[in-house]
């Protein structure tokens, strides 16, 4: 239907200098951890955890130092052993200030009791979610979703399978690739622990075709285990996104504004199922993820890094960026976010650091040519041309109208574009901006309410004095 991809739009971008190629036959090699660790409350989707500690408490490594706020927030866990110095603030890489705990680290490892699920293979749904949440597991291919709120299935819905996503089809990343050569019968156990406390019979793990090595690995530790299958996709970018993926694998369409489980499945990352794994099997929590350290470093790998760690560590680790580095990123180049501070820890969903010359920032736009290869790329069917006008025209009422929250910044629409125009950065803005705008029409609609009531409560009253 769509040739050499399974889904609407996307690109293949291209690696450039420094791309996979360099970084897939390097293994994950622990990153010793930092004398100072900065471990942000606020590192995944929704609320900042509360503390739990104090300055001056001596923490374990994989205490619980701070606990969910509400819902959809998630547990956050010493990664080393020492001594909190500070409970204060620090940048993330987004440029916001969120609440962290400051850790001096005694370089002893002194681990808290850990405690693995007495019975493994037995586990209900709810003690799996209760497992999942304690180990503070949120989606670790970037979005840091809290995993126990996507495990969490509401009663109309129906789970029918779950998707596993390998793909890792960002240039340059590679900290999935080397999990899934790695560490392959871990995340095949882990997902065969959700099927068993979800009473799933089938598992699709969708991996890009440039990984041969890792759907080899992946199908060789499955072959024992009924009802798990490795599909080899073809290259194809954004097909890590959950909608391409589920498409791409099962040919159902996850309907507008809705999640995976409309569409009967759980999308999660290998490297999430792997830290599942670790949380049942030995009860460790979630408190470092392998991060790639990619483009133009000079001695680019894969690193085991704990949470806290800053980011000048991993530099220094691979001898530092080569002189004609002009950004950093957090991510990968298509979504990742451009940082200067080199302090900022490395955090639950940090997936790579990459050092990229001035060919990643230089751009010089031009009027739109109203060429239409935006729209031929944008993999969720949308109009990136006329949002971009409007949100330049601020006619933020039309861009609603038309879907603009409905774009998963991928940045394929700005990769094809001949004009260079920063249509990603425009998305960003303009979904920001409704998203405000909506919030102060509900916070109106709700005062307006409120006032009615009032009035209708007083005119009552009034009626029963007369």
Same mark, same amino acid.
């Given at each position: ?21 360099? @970084? ?46 509400? +819902? ?32 001096? @680290? ?44 996507? %495990? ?27 999990? &899934? ?22 598992? %699709? ?39 391409? %993926? ?39 929590? %979630? ?9 133009? &470093? ?35 180049? &298509? &979504?990742?976010?451009? +940082? ?127």
């Amino acid at each position: 239907m769509f040739g050499k991809r399974l889904f609407p739009g996307g690109v293949h971008p291209h690696e450039g200098k420094g791309g996979k190629s360099v @970084n897939q036959s390097n293994p994950i090699v622990p990153l010793p951890a930092p004398q100072r660790l900065t471990i942000p409350l606020s590192q995944h989707t929704g609320a900042p955890a509360r503390p739990l500690v104090q300055k001056g408490d001596h923490v374990l490594m994989g205490q619980k130092i701070g606990e969910p706020a509400s +819902f959809v927030s998630a547990a956050v866990h010493a990664s080393v052993s020492g001594t909190v110095t500070e409970i204060g603030t620090c940048y993330n890489f987004g440029g916001y200030e969120v609440p962290c705990v400051v850790i001096e @680290n005694d370089y002893k490892d002194e681990w808290v009791p850990l405690h693995p699920a007495e019975h493994p293979e037995t586990l209900t749904a709810a003690e799996m979610v209760q497992i999942v949440r304690e180990a503070g597991i949120v989606g670790m291919g970037g979005a840091t979703f809290p995993t126990p709120v996507k %495990l969490t299935i509401a009663p109309d819905k129906h789970l029918e399978f779950f998707v596993v996503n390998g793909a890792e089809c960002e240039p340059y990343l590679t900290a999935d690739h080397r999990l &899934m050569l790695e560490k392959p019968t871990q995340i095949i156990d882990g997902i065969r622990l959700l099927m068993n406390a979800f009473g799933v019979h089938e598992t %699709l793990i969708g991996v890009e075709n440039n990984k041969a090595d890792a759907i080899e690995a992946l199908r060789a530790a499955a072959a024992n285990v009924e009802g798990i299958k490795v599909v080899s996709l073809p290259v194809r970018y954004p097909q890590g996104g959950e909608k391409q %993926l589920v498409y791409a694998l099962t040919k159902r369409v996850i309907p507008g504004g809705g999640l995976p489980i409309d569409a009967g499945c759980v999308v999660l990352n290998v490297g999430t199922v792997f830290a599942i794994d670790e949380a049942v099997r030995k009860g460790i929590p %979630l408190i470092q993820r392998v991060t790639t350290a990619g483009g133009l &470093m000079n001695n680019p790998g894969n690193y085991l890094v704990r949470i806290g760690t800053p980011v000048r560590s991993l530099i220094n680790a691979c001898g530092g960026t080569q002189p004609h580095v002009r950004t950093l990123i957090s991510g990968g180049p &298509m &979504m990742g976010t451009a +940082f200067v501070n080199i302090d900022i820890p490395i955090t639950k969903g940090c997936s790579g650091i990459l050092a990229l010359d001035k060919s990643a920032i230089d751009v010089d736009e031009s009027a739109c040519i109203r060429c239409g290869r935006c729209m031929r790329a944008c993999p969720m069917h949308l109009q990136p041309a006329q949002m971009d006008r409007l949100i330049r025209v601020e006619n933020f009422d039309e861009l609603d109208r038309i879907g603009v929250l409905s774009c998963i910044e991928c940045g394929a629409c700005t990769y094809v574009c001949p004009a260079k125009r920063l249509l990603t950065q425009s998305f960003r803005s303009g979904k920001r901006i409704v998203n405000i705008r909506r919030k102060k029409v509900k916070e109106r609609e709700a005062a307006e309410k409120a006032a009615a009531e009032a009035k209708a409560q007083q005119g009552g009253q009034a009626g029963k004095e007369a």
